[in-house]
Structures are given as C-alpha cells and as structure tokens.
C-alpha cells in the first residue's frame, strides 16, 4: 500500500504534546526496526506513552508487544484507567494498517497508533480502531477467488478499499469497508481467518 486510502472518521482521539514526542522519538530511535508501546489514558484520551520491546522474530516489518508491557493493563485499570491504545512505527511506510497489523489487532477496545517516518523530517502520528470478525467463511476459497497476497510466510490478506466496488463474493458480508480479509494456513492446512474493520481516530495533540 503505497498510499492512505479514504477511511471513515470516528471521534478524535487525545495525545498530550509529551506523548506525542515520546512516540515519535522511540520510533526514530529503533529505525529501520519496528518499534511498539502502550498507552495509558481512559476512554479517548492518552495519559503516558509506555516504550514496549519488540519481540516479533522479524522486526522490519513486524511488532509484537512483550508479554512484560501488555500486563501494565492491569496496573493501569487497578488505577481506575485503562490501556487505551498500542503503537508502533512504520520505517519507511505510511501511516496506514498493513494486513500484518490487521492481524496483529487482538485489543478491539484500544486503539492502534501508527508512527510513519517515510519521511525522516516529517513524521506523521494516526490512529485507528481496528475491529475483528470472526465470522465462518472458506478463506481459502475467498484468498484463491479474490487474489489475497502473502503479507508474510502463510499469512494472507486482502485489502478491501472504501471506493472500491465490493465484490460479489464479498456482498453479503456485513462489513463496512476498508477492510482487511486476513488468513493464516498452517503447514498441516490448518486455516485461521478473521475480517477487520478499521475506522480512523483524527489525533489532535494538545499541550502537557
């Protein structure tokens, strides 16, 4: 995906200017490796940005958050708050999920920040709420019908855009585009597949 494809807007979502900078300053940091994180906060708005290891076995174009940093949720709602968003950089892409972050999206109450440094002097901070289905479809039928591509080793996604005419295999699936179509096939032919819904948070950085 070379380019941010039209997404519906849900309501803004809060990073105080600290926030914003501790995001954006992790992710030049870890460059050309995908850095992650948490976010502490209630509802839309983040409180603190938590700096994460990431321990997927491909760091270019992958995250995954330790175990030690997602169980800070627990903390945090101890606290009355919550971990209201995850982040993560994008080297050299644009600030967009990628069919691996679609699959990567097991949190549907948080929210997923993407920090794009395509462009070192201008990084860019979007956030999205990506939400998954789980609903009984033959995605392997649908990935050899519509084309899906290999994200990475046995793992496939298609990509369905909001200005796009939706396919008549896709017509009665319920799900409001853009949307990803994303399925795992083990070596012994065991398929995993799930339909994810994304919606665009605007970010709006306000002062400390």
Known sequence: M????????GEPT????????AIIAHSRAGKPEEVCGILRGVG?????AIPGHNIA???????EVDPQTLLRQFEFEEAGEAMMGIYHSH??????PSATDAWNAHYPDALYFICSLEHDDAPVVRAFRMTPYFLDLDYVALRDALGFYETRPGLWGYFQAQERPLPSLLANLGVR?????VCAVDADGTVEGRVVEITEHPVMVTPA
């Open 2 to 9: 070379t380019a941010s494809p039209a997404t519906p807007l």
């Open 14 to 21: 809060i990073l105080p200017a600290p926030v914003y900078a």
């Open 44 to 48: 839309l708005a983040a409180y603190e």
């Open 57 to 63: 076995a491909e760091r270019i174009e992958n995250y």
């Open 91 to 96: 080297p050299v892409s644009v600030a967009y």
């Open 177 to 181: 585009a853009p949307f990803y179509i």
